[in-house]
């Protein structure tokens, strides 16, 4: 479905990523692990089009995606949930993801129409599976750290992606919530059969979760594969504990 | 066309373009390392002008009277900044920007009525000591000794300026707080007082292009309105918050007027800012790079 | 030196902290351990005074630093290295160093030379660039920076994080030295073995909870501990 | 809470040490510019009036640039006022309401509205700023309230869009660039310069000159024109440029704090020693003290009023009261402003009645005494009919500034355009 | 069923002021017709800038040029090709559209204060061509006595025409916020890069609002030849585009009313304070500084403050997120 072949990206002299490789299949939970400034960031960037890469190329259902504009992309069925709860804070749970879904109606250039009437179902779905129903009239900056982040995924689940890309979909979050957050994800994949590609430090969660696993460090992919595979790497053990045994 | 007139067009150009400089370095300073676009700088540059009036009216006869002007002038217009940065401005810097630009033209306002009510409504000028009045003749053409006299010193200007943030620990405080306040705090550096030394410098700038404007012209309300605007665009052109931005801005703005008046005169006033929409249109963030 | 005593620190609206505390005495190398996200940065932070706790207190030499701007607690004694470096990248490595000196005429331990005879790479390149350094220069300049203004406490935000094994090595005997020059220093990584190489004790955060708490013998050995919280 | 409370106090400490510093800092030159009182003032208290008093609202200029003629033309109102009030008009009193137009049409278009339409004045006065003038005077059209315009120049005022309600107590730009091109056009000069500054007045006025110059001597050449934009600081560059094109005399067009600039610059350049100029209002006062005595010499200028000049009784006196009043002698503004008065009253004492149609009737052709002679309100046209006087800047130990010497009178017939002129142009 | 259209109390408070509005000229002075005439024009102009500003987030810093163009375009059309009225008022706003398209064009490839800088570089060139053209728009002198239709030229019939043409276009733009341009042009403001993320083109639909705002501003224009019957190169200067800014400051510019409540207070205190000073610039800049410091949100975000704590926590969330960008 996607995939990444040995791009890079250097800021000024710092190669944030350097030859990166990754293969998503349709339907997989793939996680990207490393230790911080790996470069996974960057690559999500980079495959969302925030950035355009300096080298390689990145295929998403057979086409070339690398260096288009972040819309395009998501109209190709890509979408992602940011790191930072990445919201519309002054507009309601509800136009939050009302937003996405007509964007990707393309709805979005309507003048006069009254929005309220428009979308409503799907978001309502949207709003149904991910729990958030219950808020839907909350004005999204007053909601819960938690409940901020998993509205992130609402509004990514509004584009209908095929692919979503999750950037630490758990960090700063409690247990219950990250359980229940996972949860929500694995279910989301499941119903709607979609795709997810996913950073995360929880390791617990990364071995739990993900059917392939790709390892970066210094910018580089060291290795995709499956969790044991992965668990059983030395490359990988070195890149965690700093490596200065090696 | 006569050499000499295209000489002295371009030297009168260029000092026109010292006092654009001087005022718009001002600017971008605060700029740069506030982050606030003054619109009160003008306001700032007008209140520079009357008090030069005012000393050289005091000190009447005495020879030294602009000197000292040009030395006090820019002092009590710093001294204004400083009261408006501690009392007002510096609970201000958490604020979004628009905030800080309308707390600017707040103050602008008021300084305006502050000039009108303390100077009153008419004419001023200054006389230029006999040293600056008068001028050189260069083939058929005289130059103003002032216009010399602008040539020397805005390339001081700027040198102070380059030795202010090159080589003085302000100077190197103030770029990196442009950059990075939080991680200059953490130095153990009281970055409130910093800004406030930028501000007053910025302050003392535009006092000092207002006493130098002040023998050139006359010091009259609404002095203010063109010069902001002027000073805006050139830092625009120039990449916000890049001194040496200022300069180029002010001298592709000074020359681009001479040279209009030499080659269509009627349309002269169009030139810079022809210029400057053709800068915007090529290089939309400014000629240098911007500090932010 | 410093008491931190149940702190309680939010990003706006968004609970980081939970109750924190932790001691660190003079002359201590403490090591705090979590992987990221774990809020190790925002106990820095909160300690150094830029995200001030909601609750709670923090004690620096017996004084409680609330309300007090993070330039004073510099003052006072504090150096922080952020994890991101914050390096001025259009200041050359002499004038990052020179603005952070205090009264440069003062008795201070810290100058230029003494950085130089610490980082001797920094002292080849101290006309270049802050940001044309590669990013272990940078780190050491972080550092550097920080001891420039002479203080009695240190705190290092992941002065290994992405750098080679080579250069590991070098930031943990620089950081020995510290020690060994009395400078007390709370040093926040997840690269658990550098920590533990360096470090007398150490804390295991985790979701913005302390979860754990031992000398650095315990933290090798207790291998439950490092998988829970500290990955593999 | 501390920190507002600073805010707050430093907001005031800085407002005090400003005004602190200007009241010492700036007594030497200064008129009392006091800002007009707002509300309806009655300028003495003489014998309450039996009838209604006559109530007159000014629009002018009291902030921004032409500050200064708005407060001079205040004062010579109210000067004429005390004089007049001693009497009173048809019993009554003469009253003013002012408004601060901040020399934006806009604004002042509002005020002129809102002293018609709110304070019912009988009679709407003022307005430096041609703009503002022509835009109240469509108004007054409209509202049938007679309009005085007292400083604004713009020949369209009185002419192209002059109509029944308008008048004006001004020379203005055609009657100015006549006088120009009546002495121009004795000299031998052929190829001219037009230079100023680019807005109404300034083309205005070089548009009469010229066009009056080239009737009267068809051999002068137009070698080039300059224009810079209002309040453009330093004119340098652009008297450089008309110096490189060496044209034998230059006719500059521009007017207030331009002005100034113009001859300070010309004397800095060294323009006015080597090629002859002309600008109206030259020799105005208000444009050369500032100067002191430094101003250039030899400039020649025309003006409709000089306070040392004709050296009448009438003059002395209207000089004298007005500098005892407030500290400076009168300029031109003051002079129409107190005009103006005398033609309201005259005109009201005519009618016989505080009608608004029986006032423009009785107005239209009347002729009152001014302190520089007598001077009429022409019919035709409402314009009124003064002698202009022309002269060349030069020193005098009299006084600390340039004054104009060997003045000679230009009789109201020979600049003014004719009635025929004047209603071909309203396309009557 | 949440977020009601438009909240009956609402309504009816609004079609309320509406009817008041309609029989006032019936009872007030000629006078006060009058202002209230020019405060409809302000507040349509104050609000199309808020389309923007509030709706969009975006800086823009030149608004009166889309005012003064929109006015001069009716009047130029009327006085210069003696136009009718019913071609030349529906031009003005057309032509302040395109300007809108042209400079907005330029201007969305840039962000915040660049964007405003270079904005305000563009619409002093226009300043400066209606300033200057002396024998097309009467430079400086502007153009007076504009003709109009007989029943515009009485104040009670432009006040008239004035209040139905704002009630219009403050309808439209009700409109406008409420339909999914509307919806995705605040979700512009409050994160672009996030909107990029989920499909949309955030320069394209910017342009489109400036474009909007540009078109109703130049309906504010032409509002403005009818209550005034002048023009003056003074509608398109910087100054006025920052007073326009202040008005919806203190209205509150996250609040659809505030902009008329702020174009209101500052025409009702410009009216009444020159009346006692001529130092009515100091006490709007006063006001505008104390407004800053204690009054961010503007009169109506207050009391939204008030009566709905939790919509203003969440606008100062957005307060914090856009100072962290």
């Not at chain 1, 309502?124 to 729990?131: F, K």
């Not at chain 2, 100077?171 to 800004?195: H, Q, T, Y």
């Not at chain 2, 006359?218 to 309105?225: A, P």
């Amino acid at each position: 479905m996607l995939r990444v072949e040995n791009v890079g990206k250097a800021f000024d002299d710092f190669m944030a990523v350097n030859g990166a490789r990754l293969t998503v299949e349709r339907g997989a939970l793939v996680a990207v692990i490393g230790p911080n400034g790996a470069g996974k960031t960057t690559l999500f960037n980079l495959i969302t089009g925030l950035y355009k890469p300096d080298r390689g190329k990145i295929i998403f259902e057979d086409k070339e995606i690398g260096g288009l504009a972040p819309y395009e992309i998501c109209r190709r069925g890509i979408a992602r949930a940011f790191q930072i709860a990445n919201i519309f804070p002054r507009l309601s749970v509800f136009e939050n993801v009302q937003v996405a879904v007509l964007a990707r109606q393309r709805k979005s250039h309507n003048l006069f129409q009254p929005a309220q009437n428009l979308a409503r179902d799907e978001t309502d779905a949207i709003l149904d599976n991910t729990g958030l129903f219950p808020q839907a009239r909350r004005v999204a900056g007053a909601l819960s750290h938690g409940d901020q982040r998993i509205l992130e995924i609402a509004i990514a689940l509004g584009s209908e992606p095929r692919l979503l890309i999750l950037d630490e979909p758990t960090a700063g979050m409690s247990p219950e919530e990250t359980a229940k957050t996972m949860n929500l994800v694995q279910q989301l994949a499941r119903a709607r059969g979609i795709t997810i590609l996913f950073c995360e430090h929880d390791m617990d969660i990364v071995f739990s979760f993900a059917q392939s696993i790709m390892v970066m460090r210094h910018g580089e992919t060291i290795l995709q594969g499956t969790p044991d595979e992965v668990r059983q790497n030395h490359q990988v053990q070195e890149a965690y504990l700093g490596g200065a045994d090696a | 066309m006569d050499p000499s007139a295209v000489a002295s067009l371009l030297l009168v150009g260029l000092a026109r373009a010292m006092i654009l400089f001087i005022v718009a370095a001002g600017l971008t300073f605060v700029l740069g390392v506030l982050r606030v676009p003054n619109i009160a700088h003008g306001s700032l540059y007008m209140i520079g002008a009357f008090t030069a009036f005012t000393i050289a009216e005091v000190l009447g006869k005495n020879p030294a009277g602009f000197w000292i002007a040009l030395v006090v002038a820019p002092l009590v217009v710093a001294a204004v900044g400083l009261i408006i940065e501690r009392g007002l401005l510096s609970h201000l810097y958490q604020r979004e920007h628009l905030m800080l630009i309308l707390f600017t033209f707040g103050i602008m306002l008021i300084l305006n009525d502050m000039v009108k009510f303390v100077w009153g409504a008419d004419y001023r000028s200054v006389t230029p000591p006999e040293i600056l009045d008068g001028s050189f003749t260069l083939g058929d053409f005289a130059i103003p000794r002032y216009s010399i006299f602008l040539l020397i010193l805005g390339p001081l200007v700027a040198l102070g300026l380059w030795l202010l943030s090159n080589k003085t620990r302000l100077g190197k405080i103030s770029r990196a707080a442009a950059v990075d306040r939080e991680m200059v705090g953490v130095l153990g550096i009281n970055v409130s007082w910093v800004f406030a030394a930028a501000f007053v410098i910025g302050c003392l700038l535009a006092g000092l292009g207002g006493a130098l404007v002040a023998p050139t012209t006359s010091i009259s309300l609404g002095m203010d309105h063109t010069i902001i605007i002027e000073c805006f665009l050139i830092v625009t052109i120039g990449g916000l918050g890049n001194t040496w931005g200022a300069l180029i801005g002010a001298l592709l703005f000074g020359v681009s007027q001479s040279l209009g008046l030499l080659f269509l005169p009627q349309y002269a006033i169009v030139f810079p800012y022809a210029i400057v929409v053709i800068v915007l249109l090529l290089r939309p963030r400014g000629l240098l790079r911007s500090v932010w | 030196m410093l008491e931190v005593a149940d702190i309680d620190t939010y990003y706006g609206l968004s609970h980081i902290l939970f109750g924190v505390s932790l001691r660190v005495e003079r002359g201590e190398v403490v090591c705090l351990l979590g992987r990221n996200g774990a809020g190790k940065t925002t106990t820095m932070r909160s300690i150094m005074g830029l995200t001030p706790p909601r609750r709670g207190t923090i004690r620096f030499k017996g004084k409680p630093t609330a309300g007090v701007e993070p330039y004073l607690l510099a003052r006072q004694g504090i150096a922080y290295v952020p994890d991101n470096r914050r390096i001025f990248a259009e200041l050359t490595v002499g004038e990052n160093l020179e603005i952070a000196a205090r009264d440069a005429n003062q008795k201070g331990e810290w100058n230029q030379a003494r950085v130089f005879e610490l980082f001797p790479v920094l002292k080849e390149k101290r006309s270049r660039k802050g940001g044309h350094l590669s990013g272990g220069e940078q780190k050491m300049l972080a550092i550097g920076r920080a001891l420039m203004t002479n203080p009695d406490f240190i705190l290092l935000d992941e002065p290994m994080e992405g750098l080679a094994p080579l250069l590991v090595r070098a930031i943990e005997d620089q950081i020995l030295q510290l020690k060994a020059a009395g400078l007390t220093v709370l040093l926040a990584e997840q690269n658990i073995n550098s920590a533990l190489r360096v470090s007398n004790r150490g804390y295991v955060i985790d979701d913005g909870h302390i979860r754990y708490t031992a000398s650095v013998k315990e933290l090798w050995e207790n291998q439950e501990v490092r998988n829970k919280y500290l990955l593999v | 809470m501390r920190g507002k409370f600073f805010i707050l106090l430093t907001a005031l400490l800085l407002t005090a040490v400003l005004i602190a510093c200007g009241g010492g800092a700036a007594p030497t030159s200064a008129p009392p510019t006091s800002a007009p009182a707002a509300t309806a003032v009655s300028a003495t208290t003489v014998a309450q009036p039996a009838a209604r008093p006559i109530k007159v609202g000014i629009v002018d200029t009291y902030s921004g640039p032409p500050a200064a003629f708005g407060n001079d033309a205040l004062n010579g109102f109210k000067l004429a006022l005390n004089e007049i009030n001693k009497e009173g008009v048809l019993g009554s009193q003469i009253e003013f309401v002012t408004r601060d137009d901040k020399y934006q049409p806009d604004t002042a278009l509002s005020m002129a509205k809102e002293l018609i339409l709110q304070e019912n004045v009988d009679v709407v006065v003022g307005t430096v700023n041609s703009a503002a003038a022509l835009a109240i005077s469509s108004f007054a059209k409209e509202q049938k309230v007679p309009y005085i315009v007292w400083i604004a120049k713009s020949e369209a005022i009185t002419g192209a869009k002059g109509h029944r309600y308008v008048f004006s107590t001004s020379e203005n730009t055609a009657m100015a660039g006549k006088a120009g091109a009546e002495a121009l056009a004795k000299k031998p000069y052929i190829n001219y310069w037009i230079a100023g500054e680019d807005y109404e007045y300034g083309h205005a006025i070089a548009n009469s000159a010229w066009n009056n110059l080239t009737a009267l001597n068809p051999n002068v050449k137009k070698a080039g024109e300059t224009w810079w934009k209002t309040g453009e600081p330093d004119l340098t560059p652009y008297l450089t440029a008309i110096m490189a094109a060496k044209p034998d005399a230059i006719i500059f067009a521009t007017g207030g704090a331009g002005m100034t600039n113009v001859l300070k610059t010309a004397k800095a350049t060294g323009l006015s020693d080597k090629i002859p100029m002309w600008i109206h209002t030259a020799i105005d006062t208000s444009v050369l003290k500032p100067l002191g005595a430094n101003g250039p010499e030899g400039v020649m200028g025309t003006m409709d009023y000089l306070f040392y000049y004709p050296e009448t009784p009438e003059n002395q006196a209207f000089v004298k009261a007005y500098q005892d009043a407030y500290g400076a002698p009168p300029g031109f503004p003051a002079f129409h402003a107190y005009n103006t008065a005398h033609f309201i009253a005259e005109a009201f004492k005519k009618a016989g009645t505080l009608d608004k149609e029986k006032f423009i009737d009785a107005l239209a052709g009347l002729k009152i005494d001014s302190p520089t002679g007598e001077i009429e309100m022409r019919a035709c046209d409402h314009q009124v009919a003064e002698n202009m006087f022309m002269g060349v800047t030069k020193k005098d130990p009299r006084f600390e500034f340039l004054i104009a010497g060997d003045v000679v009178d230009v009789s109201s017939q020979a600049v003014m355009p004719s009635c025929e002129d004047v209603l071909k142009q309203r396309g009557q | 069923m949440f977020n009601k259209f438009v909240e009956p109390r609402w309504l009816l408070l609004t079609l309320a002021l509406l009817a008041a509005l309609l029989f006032l000229p019936l009872v007030a002075p000629l006078f006060y017709i009058y202002i209230i005439s020019v405060i409809f024009v302000t507040a349509l102009l104050a609000m199309s800038l808020n389309l923007v500003l509030g709706y969009g987030g975006i800086y823009q810093f030149h608004h009166a040029v889309f005012y003064g163009v929109g006015a001069y375009t009716a009047a130029l059309l009327i006085t210069q090709l003696s136009l009718p009225a019913w071609i030349s008022f529906p031009a003005g706003p057309l032509v302040a559209a395109l300007t809108g398209l042209l400079i907005g064009a330029f201007c969305v490839r840039l962000t915040k204060l660049y964007f405003g800088m270079l904005q305000i570089a563009l619409g002093s060139l226009i300043w400066i061509i209606v300033y200057r053209w002396y024998d097309v728009t009467g430079g400086d002198n502007g153009i007076h006595d504009i003709p109009l239709p007989e029943f515009l030229t009485s104040i009670h019939g432009a006040y008239y025409f004035v209040l139905i043409i704002a009630a219009v276009c403050v309808a439209l733009m009700y409109l406008i916020i409420k339909s999914p341009f509307g919806a995705t042009l605040q979700a512009i403001r409050d994160n672009p890069q996030r909107c990029e993320a989920i499909g949309i083109n955030v320069q394209h639909h910017q342009l489109i609002a400036i474009v909007i705002a540009a078109f109703f501003g130049g309906v504010a224009g032409v509002m403005f030849v009818t209550v005034e019957r002048s023009v003056f190169p003074g509608l398109l200067f910087w100054v006025l585009s920052l007073e326009i800014f202040v008005m919806c400051l203190l209205g509150g510019w996250f609040t659809f009313a505030g902009p008329i409540l702020g174009a209101a207070i500052v025409v009702a205190l410009r009216t009444v304070a020159s009346r006692y000073t001529d130092y009515w610039t100091t006490v709007l800049g006063i006001m505008l500084i104390l407004l800053i410091f204690f009054l961010p949100e503007g009169v109506m975000g207050w009391a939204r403050e008030r009566f709905k704590p939790r919509a203003s926590a969440a606008d100062k969330r957005g307060r914090e997120l856009d100072a962290a960008r």
